[in-house]
């Protein structure tokens, strides 16, 4: 007789899991038809006079807080999954704001305050032509592509040579508040023929409908909501694949994945390119909605807001980010119109207590509640 040897395959890398659970994929088609049919149904059919009216105020501050937490969710892919604080994700969301305000001012046309081709703060400058960078703002499609292609090229040059000298920590974070500060500086002058100050604002038009009407709110509405989803679920089956794993393995051990044979270079650069182009997308949903952009969006204090967000909702979990976006815009929105001066303190104060007593965020709060209950309930039973 011959005996017969068992051998136990080597498992390299965990089994991937379903993209979401059955309760996930709930919450997401809850939102979908929310986005889709409960607010356009409140805003646009029910009277306004009725208490279920869902007002064009509302909707707006609904849409500007779905682009933050895009913004949120693209800071979570590389803080809360690769270990990447950036302090800089603000000029990203400016860049993409800039580039579709640019088209915006040109679908102005003549009906600005000078009757002129060219835009008033030109006018009023007294420019001649517009300048080499204008060339494309009057195709929706260039300006599609330059959405994404001018924040990922600036974030590809920059992560290249930041992440080839191997700068992290601190003096990353510190490096990429440097940049935003120097982009805001340079978009406050007026020779750069983009604004100055003042930046862009009076929108008409967009794609030759009007701005101003509530259709087209809404429209921008369930395209932004659409847009969040979308990269939620797209985040969701990055972070579970092959990529997203090295990624984490970078994060909490960036030696021991060079070690084994992996270069970080490629891994970390990918993912700062993609999650600068989420918060451009965001930037570029959130001008025509809000009406203006200017270089104040780019200040240090605005993407050190973002990081806020995602450490109060919570990292590495997709959807903290999300919450805390809305959880601190919400308050935001409460606090600035009864208690103005005490909103700052307030920020600060919950940036503390989250550092100090939730480190995992609302999430991580939530998941240690129901872990609880469902102890008890086990111990009951």
């Not at 805003?43 to 682009?67: A, E, R």
């Not at 892919?77 to 950036?86: D, E, R």
Request: aromatic content about 14%; glycine content about 12%; hydrophobic content about 55%.
């Amino acid at each position: 007789m011959t005996a017969t040897t068992t051998t136990t395959p080597i498992v390299l890398w965990p089994a991937k899991g379903p993209l979401l659970t059955r309760s996930g994929w709930g919450a997401v088609i809850a939102a979908l038809l929310g986005v889709c049919a409960l607010a356009p149904v409140l805003n646009l059919w029910v009277p306004v006079d009725s208490p279920w009216h869902l007002s064009d105020y509302m909707i707006g501050l609904l849409g500007k807080i779905m682009c933050y937490a895009i913004c949120a969710l693209a800071m979570d892919l590389i803080w809360g999954y690769t270990g990447i604080l950036s302090l800089g994700h603000g000029l990203f969301f400016a860049l993409g704001g800039y580039v579709m305000g640019m088209y915006l001012m040109r679908q102005i046309g003549t009906d600005g305050v000078y009757g002129s081709e060219l835009p008033d703060f030109m006018v009023f400058l007294d420019w001649k032509a517009l300048p080499w960078h204008w060339a494309l703002s009057d195709s929706f499609a260039a300006t599609l592509l330059l959405i994404v292609l001018v924040p990922g090229g600036l974030a590809f040059a920059f992560g290249y040579f930041a992440f080839r000298s191997r700068i992290k920590g601190v003096y990353f974070s510190i490096i990429t508040q440097a940049l935003t500060f120097a982009a805001m500086l340079l978009f406050f002058r007026n020779e750069t023929g983009l604004g100055g100050n003042n930046g862009f604002t009076d929108f008409k038009r967009i794609l030759g409908v009007p701005l101003a009407t509530p259709e087209t709110r809404m429209v921008l509405f369930v395209i932004t909501g659409l847009t969040l989803l979308v990269f939620y679920l797209w985040a969701s089956w990055l972070v579970r694949s092959k990529f997203g794993r090295v990624l984490q393995a970078i994060r909490d051990a960036e030696s021991r994945v060079m070690f084994c044979g992996y270069d970080p270079l490629p891994y970390k650069l990918t993912i700062w390119v993609i999650s600068a182009v989420m918060c451009a997308v965001a930037g570029a949903l959130y001008v025509p909605q809000v009406g203006i952009i200017n270089p104040s969006e780019m200040s240090p204090a605005n993407s050190i807001e973002i990081a806020i967000w995602t450490a109060v909702g919570g990292r590495a979990s997709l959807i903290g980010p999300i919450i805390g976006a809305f959880v601190v815009n919400g308050a935001k929105s409460v606090l600035t119109v009864h208690f103005p001066e005490y909103w700052l303190y307030f920020l600060g104060g919950l940036f503390i207590a989250v550092t100090l007593f939730m480190p995992q965020g609302l999430v991580g709060v939530a998941r240690t509640v129901l872990q609880r209950m469902r102890g008890q309930a086990g111990g009951v039973a």
